[in-house]
């Protein structure tokens, strides 16, 4: 089993859509929570990161930690053509390195 | 903030020949970066640690001698990939972090490496 769980899509929503992404992960040691998004030939684009249970808002997206669950998801409201891209979810022990899920591929549609 | 750069975005090389590849920091210190190598499709896949002025640690399977890292400044880590092969063509990103900061890591924008 992986440490990091994350089904790799593709997800095709239309413009406008609330996409929901998420993670699931087995190491209750991980305390630190962060969502990529990676464009084709691109490196990974920082959206958020979290460190505790719970919401956290920017813009039209919310990371969201349920640390009891061991699941993590991101939301994106009005979903626009420009999200599509892969998104990455990505956490780690006490600062130390990152364990990535395998990747979301998203896909809307104008 | 938080922009980190990388060049070059692309290079050829001929198989047997040496290549670097530079990360840097450009608006904080980076106490610590990453090496990564991406293949198509795929996740990202660590190959090195480096922290200012020690010596990186390396992951399992990667060879050191091969991957060559330098992090003389808080701002520049450089990976030097040694008698380069075909097999070694990828999209190598690298990756900084200011511990002062907090733990998230801000990557680079990636180089592609062909090996002919």
């Known amino acids: 089993q992986k440490e990091v769980e994350q089904d790799p899509g593709p997800l095709s929503v239309p413009e406008g859509a609330i996409v929901s992404l998420n993670c699931t992960y087995s190491?209750?040691?991980?305390?630190?929570f962060m969502w990529y998004r990676q464009y084709s030939r691109k490196g990974p684009e920082l959206l958020m990161y979290?460190?505790?249970?719970g919401n956290k808002e920017d813009g039209r997206f919310t990371a969201q930690v349920d640390k009891s669950s061991k699941y993590i998801s991101l939301f994106i409201r009005d979903s626009q053509p420009s999200d599509s891209a892969t998104y990455l979810c990505a956490m780690s022990a006490y600062g130390n390195k990152l364990v990535f899920g395998a990747g979301t591929i998203l896909r809307v549609k104008s | 903030g938080a922009v980190v750069s990388q060049h070059p975005s692309w290079v050829i090389c001929k198989s047997g020949t040496s290549v670097k590849i530079e990360c840097r920091s450009l608006?904080?210190?980076?106490?610590?970066m990453f090496w990564y190598r991406q293949f198509p499709k795929q996740s990202l896949m660590l190959m090195a640690t480096?922290?200012?002025?020690?010596?990186?640690?390396?992951e399992q399977g990667v060879e050191k001698d091969k991957f060559l890292i330098n992090h003389a400044s808080l701002t520049l880590s450089t990976l030097t990939v040694t008698s380069a092969h075909p097999e070694d063509s990828s999209f190598y990103i690298c990756s900084a972090r200011d511990l002062s900061q907090g733990y998230e890591q801000y990557f680079g924008p990636g180089t592609r490496l062909t090996v002919t």
């Open positions: 480096s922290n200012e002025g020690s010596k990186a640690t390396y």
């Open positions: 190491n209750s040691a991980f305390q630190y």
């Open positions: 608006d904080f210190q980076a106490t610590t």
């Open positions: 979290t460190y505790s249970s």
